[in-house]
């Protein structure tokens, strides 16, 4: 049973215009949030992170939004580019548990010029 | 610093055959883990290690060994390898956690071996 779905596994965004990113998660006890970004061939990189006391948070291009009520949060990357195409994962971890994060299965985001 | 390196970066062993995947990072990390990724289903956690002489359980173990040699390497064994553990195979580390409102669980990875079982 995933804890963490991304159920978009493909996202196609023309350059210059907005990227939305989503990931629901089910366990209530999640309390830190992360995105990773992970090129071909490469080990994926952390991106941006949210813990659960926070609604939003900014950085530079990235933006992540966090809905407690509703288990779900957004990776919003503005303005999108090429050099965005890459495989996003979600993932999220409890503070009071192992924190060892759970990773959805990833988004493969194509950035067209 | 290099930050976490695996080798080999690829491969192919027949089935039956046992070899074993090496990784080492020098950040001072404390915590050490092993991942497979298959096509579909993300990142799925093999082994980890909380600290030097501790390893646990992941979502995946069977199949698989694991040894945390000292603070800076952890190593996965294969021992009888099946064509089920075709997959690329990622180590990470994180530093010890540091409190709640940071990123103390911030993984890094490494670059990942491809392993293919003929």
């Known amino acids: 049973d995933q804890q963490v779905k991304q159920n978009s596994p493909s996202l196609s965004v023309q350059e210059g215009r907005i990227s939305i990113l989503n990931c629901d998660y089910t366990n209530s006890m999640f309390d830190y949030f992360l995105w990773y970004k992970k090129y071909p061939a490469e080990g994926p990189t952390f991106l941006i992170s949210i813990s659960s006391i926070k609604d939003k948070n900014e950085d530079g291009r990235f933006t992540v939004f966090l809905n407690k009520s509703a288990k779900h949060l957004s990776l919003h990357i503005v303005p999108s580019q090429p050099g965005d195409s890459a495989v996003y994962f979600c993932a999220a971890s409890e ?9 959805g299965r990833g988004t493969s985001l194509i950035v067209h010029p | ?85 075709t997959s690329v195979y990622f180590c990470a580390s994180t530093p010890f956690p540091t409190g709640r409102d940071s990123s103390y669980n911030e993984q890094f990875f490494g670059p990942g071996t491809r392993l293919t079982v003929l």
């Open chain 1, 95 to 103: 503070a009071g548990g192992s924190y060892i994060p759970t990773f």
């Open chain 2, 1 to 85: 610093n290099a930050g976490v390196t695996q080798t080999p970066k690829f491969q192919v062993l027949k089935t039956g055959q046992s070899m074993t995947l090496q990784c080492a990072q020098d950040m001072n990390h404390n915590s050490m883990y092993w991942y497979r990724q298959d096509p579909g289903m993300g990142l799925r956690l093999i082994y980890y290690s909380a600290s030097e002489g501790t390893t646990d359980k992941g979502e995946v173990p069977n199949g698989y060994n694991v040894s945390r040699l000292n603070k800076r390497e952890f190593s996965l064994r294969l021992e009888s390898a099946a064509p089920s553990q």
